[in-house]
Every structure is written in structure tokens, then in C-alpha cells.
């Protein structure tokens, strides 16, 4: 303000994860706007990386679901925003979880209940597909050498 003042506004913006992109880590904050400047090394192993195209505009509404459990949600270090659509979660187990495009919530739900159940994270699979709420499908990674091994006996 002349003559002799200056005015500084700051606005701070929370991260809520680390949208990557075209070649490039963004942090992000819930409404999908990117942080420029900020380093995003310092918020590596605090906050989820998150993949796909809009993904940033979309992830504050799943990450939202996944706060209801949120020790259970420690588990998960990767999500990917599908075809504008849908998510799938990658667990620091290996597994890959296929979440629906309507009732998120649900199926978030049923995953907490196999693993209190069934231990589901820990058995082996390398990817659970719960896109249709009536099944539950379950992708285990086989060694091929056994498998020949077994055919030859």
C-alpha cells in the first residue's frame, strides 16, 4: 500500500497425499489443488501416493472412507483412481484391493471384516476384487515351477 507498507497475505494448504504425475510427485490438498512449492520428500512416509488421471480432483472423497479405519488404513501405501471411475488399494502386504465405483464404503467395510476374520491380507493373494457386491474374487500368485512339478509326478 503506498507509500510505505506492504501487505502479506499467507495461506497455508494441508497436503492430503502425493498425486503422481506426468513423471512428477505433487502434493495435494483436498480440493486437488497442487502445493508448488512444497518438498514433497519431507511427507513420504506420512502420506499416500496416489495415481491416475483427476485423481487429485477425487482422492479427499476416498480417503475420507478410509479414515473411518484409519489403523487398518496404515496398511495402504498406494491408491489408483481408475478410468474416472473407481479406486483400487495397494496394501504394504502386496495385495491389490478392486473397490466398486458405488458403495465404496461397503466394500471398505468387508475388507476390515475378512481381515478380522481371515487374516485376507496375509494369505498370499495379489489381488481381491470386490467391484461386484454379491462376489468376492481372490487372485493367488502361483509358482510355476511347483505347478510343473506336480504334473510330472
Known amino acids: ?25 505433487k502434493l495435494i490438498t483436498k480440493n486437488g489443488e497442487i502445493i508448488s512449492a512444497a518438498n514433497v520428500n519431507k511427507f513420504k512416509n506420512i502420506l499416500p501416493i496416489i495415481h491416475g488421471n483427476f485423481a487429485n480432483k477425487n482422492a479427499n472423497s476416498i480417503l475420507k472412507v478410509l479414515r473411518t479405519n484409519e489403523i487398518f488404513a496404515k496398511n495402504i501405501w498406494s491408491l489408483t483412481y481408475i478410468n474416472n471411475r473407481r479406486w483400487n488399494l495397494h496394501f504394504n502386504q502386496g495385495i491389490i484391493v478392486l473397490l466398486p465405483s458405488k458403495g465404496i464404503l461397503e466394500a471398505w467395510n468387508k475388507i476390515i471384516k475378512l481381515q478380522d476374520q481371515y487374516n485376507v491380507l496375509n494369505l498370499g493373494l495379489t489381488e481381491l476384487d470386490l467391484r461386484n457386491p454379491a462376489k468376492i474374487l481372490g487372485r493367488i500368485n502361483f509358482d510355476k515351477s511347483l505347478i510343473k512339478n506336480r504334473k510330472s509326478l
Open 1 to 25: 500500500v503506498l507509500p510505505n507498507t506492504i501487505k502479506i497475505n499467507i495461506k497455508e494448504k494441508n497436503p492430503i497425499g502425493i498425486w503422481q504425475y506426468e513423471m512428477s510427485n
